[in-house]
């Protein structure tokens, strides 16, 4: 220990050495003194560095230094009789438990000690006797500790959709529930014809524009009351309101999103995948082929394939389904995107969405729509409202949630379904 001691201080006068050469070329050179000041901070760092650690040497052979010149009057292990000392050892000759301990706790490092003491002192903790007042026995000190309650609650949750969303669809903002009629068109079917030099041309209406009408009501959705008491409100961590408000709020979300997706149209929105027309029909009752999904895409006319809007739709399982299937090639369908880049993933380069309210993979079911939601028009009456009854329930509280809108899909070529055999 003296001699490392004595090789630190050598190498911090080797160090103050250099860091006076730094410290005068720095003065003396200014195009180089940045780089003189850097050598210089460095040898000063280490310097110091190495300074602690001698002082650390010298506190512990001070330690050591007076444990050596302890009271004489003080009996040490030499003194010991040699009958005494035996005394040390158990019957079987090993070290007994409590002088090891007794000998690290006067200052002895676990790294002087024999294999045999260190093995003894192991063994000694697994078998001493241990009690003490503890928090988790209610009699010796639990009734002493209060109960804490965390303010993270730890909250449930589940994927609700998409179909509120207005970068999905098109949404219709309006204040008052009146309802709204939507003209349509559908003329893709009627063309021009050739003209003969000097006939007439034809004017029966054959060739006539049918118009038709889609309307937009405003149906109402209420969440129930959830009554709670005035003793909940005043002792929870929590406050109840904002919490309750909040989870109402998840819950019209999944029902917008529900009635948006397949709501029956018969006082209730039209779903889109409810008002969405046939494109391909699978050839199982429980899976997809890759050509399959290629056929429903180019069902949809290239028109609205063209619409920024355009997309998929499909549920979780779905899609898991989906990433399996390649084409021809051996290439996959799902293109994965870059997070980094804020690029979503693809499938057959249209993005998609995930949906949990559609249909799972089965028979008779439609489990993947495409087209172009654009056309699909959400009527939003106001703001889901939020409601809290202090004097009706007094002195308890309610709270409940009511929420009005209306899903229509204007043109029914639009978008398109992928439906599943019957069997």
Not at 348 to 375: C, H, V, W
Request: hydrophobic share 35%; with cysteine.
């Amino acid at each position: 220990m003296a001699k490392e001691l004595k090789e630190i201080r050598e190498k911090q006068a080797r160090l103050i050495a250099q860091a006076r050469e730094h410290f005068d070329k720095a003065a003396s050179d200014e195009a180089r003194a940045a780089e003189y000041e850097t050598e210089y901070d460095k040898a000063m760092a280490e310097h110091d560095r190495l300074e602690k650690r001698a002082q650390q040497l010298e506190k512990l052979m001070a330690a050591e230094e007076r444990q050596r010149n302890a009271d004489p009057r003080r009996p040490t292990g030499d003194d010991i009789d040699p009958e005494r000392r035996s005394s040390r050892e158990n019957e079987d000759g090993e070290p007994e438990y409590r002088h090891v301990f007794a000998k690290v706790v006067c200052g002895a490092s676990p790294a002087d000690l024999t294999p045999e003491e260190r093995a003894v002192l192991k063994r000694g903790v697994t078998r001493f006797e241990q009690r003490a007042q503890t928090a988790g026995t209610t009699t010796a000190g639990g009734y002493t500790v209060p109960t804490e309650l965390s303010t993270l609650l730890v909250r449930a949750m589940k994927a609700w959709g998409p179909m509120y969303d207005e970068d999905i669809c098109t949404v219709i903002q309006t204040t008052s529930g009146n309802p709204i009629k939507m003209p349509t068109v559908d003329d893709t079917s009627k063309s021009a014809a050739a003209h003969t030099e000097g006939s007439a041309l034809t004017d029966d209406g054959g060739e006539d524009v049918t118009f038709g009408q889609k309307a937009l009501d405003a149906y109402v959705f209420d969440t129930e009351f959830i009554r709670w008491t005035f003793e909940l409100e005043a002792d929870s961590i929590f406050n109840m309101e904002a919490l309750l408000s909040d989870l109402l709020g998840e819950r019209m979300g999944r029902l917008a999103n529900t009635q948006l997706t397949t709501g029956s149209g018969s006082s209730a929105p039209n779903g889109i995948v409810t008002a969405s027309s046939a494109g391909k029909t699978a050839a199982s009752a429980t899976a997809i082929a890759a050509d399959e999904i290629i056929d429903l895409l180019h069902s949809v006319d290239s028109a609205y394939r063209m619409s920024p809007k355009a997309r998929f739709m499909f549920n979780d399982t779905t899609l898991a389904a989906i990433r399996k299937l390649k084409d021809g090639q051996g290439n996959y369908l799902w293109q994965m995107g870059d997070v980094t880049g804020g690029q979503p993933g693809t499938l057959l380069g249209y993005r998609y969405s995930i949906n949990q309210a559609m249909a799972n993979i089965g028979a008779s079911a439609k489990p993947i729509i495409f087209g172009d939601f654009s056309k699909y028009y959400v009527r939003k009456v106001g703001s889901p409202l939020i409601g809290v009854l202090r004097e009706r329930f007094w002195p308890d509280l309610g709270i409940a949630g009511l929420i009005r809108f209306d899903g229509e899909l204007g043109l029914s070529g639009a978008v398109k379904h992928l439906v599943n055999a019957a069997s």
